[in-house]
């Protein structure tokens, strides 16, 4: 499971702007949450469907092969939500005998004919209708709905809007639309029988073995998974899509996407044959199942899922070449859902008090294929980023790793599971080394295939192949909370020679033991020095030196997930920056260069060497953190800064130049600027339409519609929201319509693009503009589950939706005629509603 992704880093916006009332959101309970009791084992799921359009129900039947797993029993206990059961018997070879059962409460109990022993098989079928807007779980942050089952757009009613069926089965919300024991330490096979419009494709767990023409327009299409898997992967998507085949080795690999996008699938899919080698050899376990499919659902409820051979992604993975050349955003999720089907598909967490053994390892996918296809930079630079998301949200400092209490199951999908959990692997890779950290994964692999795995057996599987003791790393990583917060001295002592480095950790609660790379500089030349720090106070660490360091840096390698307190100069941060080979070090010295670069010529100096590192996030960086419109920074950097307007190999860079070179308001670029809306790029075309904006104004409206921002991404949104609403570019609203909802938190961080916002805001809600309004609900509905139990992040949405339906109101009476606005108001009315 990717996280959904919200626009404008919602998150980041709430949390820095401090909107939250710091309340305990760590879950704790009094409850134990364990492992389910298995009674049952599961052994194969048989499933005939047939879908029902305009009721939005599907009609089912089962045959469940099952046995008692240890004790005896005579009893079959599953779950079945919001179902209609019509018939439950026993089938013994075709042959059917009634057996009595009681149903409530969503859970389905059957007295079998007997009492059965273990690994004595017996088969139950079942005739159900699966009702998923009867469903009333409630979603979470990760995943925002629950209903398992869903019907999008079924009667065809929104005309630039496809019909799809897809199913969401994690956490527990299968049993939605198949009567099953709904935990994941169950594994069975599974065939299906889908019957449906024949107009439509569909895709399942496995390989399709027929496809039988039914009458009345149907096909139902038989589709057989014949190695065992958790029921919450089992997956059925249907639809008008696209097929685009691809192939790794003997596998087939296929891209469903609406038929729009069926030209770039390639271009966002394509790297998946040599995702899947390069995890095969890594992990030295060849990808494990008959086939690997992605598609792509509208309306989806979380980011992506993994089910097995079918990865579901949010409509937000179809981009288009403006987008995809300046990079791929989808293509760290594409790693990741493929990385589950070893870590959650192939050894799947037991309970969802272990799911950082699915979780972590997914999120640390997408560093390892980063590595191996970009560079250590490029992974580095994402490692930062989610460990700076795990460090945004202060709740996640209270909370373990392994958590066997909690409010919700749905509460462990969060920055402690994802971001923190990949950054531990991380550091456990680097303390036994490449070779102990991969077999060791090997071994828990194979120790643990089509069954299920939690922390425990993976610290066993390390310390089996590395022959360390690892229950301390784990004692203070995966069942404790928090991180190190590091601050440090440094004293010389010219007689001997020596420079005496003390570490201190400043953190409440635990005392953290681990190793620490320092680099001392003497005449600007780093020497690495690898330390272990086991105590709470005054580490001291004695190094011979040559006189007093220039510099000291600790965690010059970047691995230790912790907080720190520096105290550096911009002079040092410059020679940091200009001897540090780690993309860490540099974007740190780099970021502090940005915060003194007006009052400090080192800091300038640390800029400007930073506008032709080889990493482009930094060259990046440093071009958004000029401002040429002063003259020293416009002497020292305006040259470079032109040369990567035009020719940076990178477009991300050529937008941000642009972006730097519009701040002068020189007429002089307006030819660049209006080259640059000519690109392929969107990023470009943005950056150079918000130049053209400060130059020549007169010029926006007949540019601002060459931009197609569909699906574009935050940083393009933000850079032209003000351009579109300044000058009132109707088509281009709807893009904007998800950002301008957060106008309220924008305001805190960033004033000018938030009071841009709040107009757009205003434009919308004062318009007839139905896609508009959608992209408005529809995103204040997706961060709903983010803020959890935040009241005032939550009264101020309320605020947001009250005050733009007033608006809405407005317009209805005066065009009481429109085909649509009724529609609108009822959206936000539901939006209000579901706040409640």
């Avoid at 077999?439 to 425990?456: F, I, Q, R, S, V």
């Amino acid at each position: 499971m990717k996280k959904l992704l919200i626009s404008i880093s919602l998150l980041g916006i709430l949390f820095s702007a401090n909107l939250a009332a710091q309340t305990d959101t760590s879950g704790r309970t009094e409850i134990y949450r364990g492992s389910h009791t298995k009674m049952t084992e599961l052994k194969h799921t048989k499933l005939k469907v047939n879908l029902d359009y305009q009721k939005e129900q599907m009609g089912g039947e089962e045959w469940l092969t099952a046995s008692p797993y240890f004790y005896p029993t005579d009893s079959l206990v599953l779950n079945a939500k919001g179902m209609l059961i019509h018939e439950v018997a026993l089938d013994k070879s075709g042959s059917k005998s009634p057996l009595k059962y009681e149903y409530k409460n969503d859970m389905l109990k059957i007295n079998l004919d007997k009492t059965y022993n273990r690994n004595q098989d017996y088969t139950v079928y079942i005739k159900y209708t699966a009702r998923p807007n009867e469903i009333t779980q409630k979603g979470s942050a990760a995943i925002t709905d629950a209903k398992g089952l869903y019907f999008i757009n079924a009667q065809g009613k929104e005309a630039d809007k496809p019909t799809q069926i897809w199913t969401q089965g994690e956490t527990e919300s299968s049993s939605a639309w198949f009567p099953t024991i709904d935990k994941t330490n169950q594994k069975t096979t599974e065939e299906i029988y889908m019957t449906v419009p024949d107009k439509y494709v569909t895709l399942s767990n496995g390989i399709m073995k027929s496809s039988t023409k039914e009458s009345n327009g149907l096909r139902t299409d038989h589709w057989v998974m014949d190695k065992k898997h958790s029921p919450y992967l089992f997956f059925m998507g249907v639809g008008d899509y696209a097929i685009v085949k691809d192939k790794w080795r003997n596998i087939d690999v296929d891209y469903y996407v609406e038929k729009e996008y069926e030209p770039y699938a390639k271009q966002i899919f394509g790297n998946t044959p040599e995702m899947i080698e390069f995890f095969s050899k890594r992990l030295n376990y060849d990808y494990p199942w008959s086939k690997y499919s992605q598609i792509t659902g509208r309306d989806y409820v979380s980011g992506a899922m993994e089910n097995t051979t079918a990865t579901l992604h949010q409509e937000s993975a179809q981009q288009k070449p403006g987008d995809l050349i300046d990079e791929n955003r989808w293509e760290d999720t594409i790693a990741h859902e493929l990385f589950h089907h070893w870590f959650g598909d192939l050894v799947t967490a037991e309970s969802w008090s272990n799911i950082t053994v699915n979780e972590s390892f997914a999120n640390y996918s997408q560093y390892l294929w980063n590595e191996h296809k970009y560079g250590k930079d490029i992974a580095d630079y994402g490692l930062m980023k989610e460990s700076k998301g795990y460090m945004m949200d202060p709740s996640n400092i209270t909370k373990d790793l392994v958590r066997f209490s909690y409010k919700s199951r749905e509460d462990v999908f969060d920055g402690v599971s994802y971001n923190k959990g990949g950054s531990i692997l991380h550091m456990l890779r680097n303390y036994l080394g490449d070779d102990a950290f991969f077999a060791g994964l090997n071994d828990y692999l194979k120790t643990n295939e089509y069954g299920t795995g939690e922390a425990h057996q993976l610290r066993l599987s390390l310390e089996k192949v590395s022959g360390k003791d690892l229950n301390w790393f784990f004692n203070q990583w995966y069942f404790g909370s928090g991180n190190p917060k590091l601050s440090y001295t440094t004293t010389f002592e010219p007689i001997k020679k020596e420079v005496t480095v003390t570490i201190n950790q400043n953190q409440i609660g635990q005392n953290f033991q681990f190793p620490l790379a320092i680099d001392v500089f003497e005449n600007g030349k780093p020497s690495r020095k690898n330390v272990w720090v086991d105590a709470k106070e005054k580490n001291d660490f004695t190094f011979q030196v040559g006189k007093s360091p220039d510099l000291v840096n600790i965690n010059a390698d970047g691995v230790l997930l912790a907080e720190f307190t520096d105290t550096k100069t911009p002079e040092q941060y410059l020679m940091q920056y200009q001897n540090s080979t780690e993309f860490l070090s540099r974007y740190k010295a780099v970021e502090n260069a940005i915060e003194n670069i007006s009052k400090n010529p080192a800091a300038l100096k640390t800029v400007i060497a930073a506008l032709k590192d080889s990493n482009f996030r930094i060259r990046v960086k440093a071009a958004l953190g000029l401002d040429l419109s002063k003259p020293d920074q416009t002497k020292a950097a305006l040259s470079e800064v032109e040369k990567m307007a035009s020719s940076d190999p990178k477009t991300l860079v050529q937008a941000a130049a642009i972006s730097a070179l519009g701040k002068t308001k020189d007429k002089k670029y307006l030819p660049l600027f209006e080259k640059g809306m000519n690109a392929v790029s969107n990023s470009v075309k943005a950056n150079s339409l918000s130049g053209i904006a400060a130059v020549d104004p007169s010029k926006i409206a007949a540019l601002a519609d060459k931009i197609d921002l569909e699906g574009a991404g935050d940083e393009v949104i933000a850079e032209l929201l003000p351009i579109i609403v300044k000058n009132k570019i109707e088509k281009q609203m709807p893009a904007i319509a998800a950002t301008a909802a957060f106008y309220p938190f924008l305001k805190f961080q960033k004033p000018e693009l938030g009071a841009a916002a709040e107009d757009g805001f205003n434009w919308i809600m004062s318009s007839d503009n139905l896609k508009a309004t959608e992209n408005v609900t529809k995103v204040l509905n997706q961060v709903k589950g983010q803020i959890g139990s935040n009241p005032q992040a939550k009264m101020m949405i309320v605020q947001i939706l009250k005050d733009g339906l007033a608006k809405k109101m407005l317009v209805l009476k005066a065009n009481p005629s429109s085909p649509t606005i009724n529609q609108q108001i009822d959206l936000l009315n539901k939006t209000i509603e579901a706040y409640k």
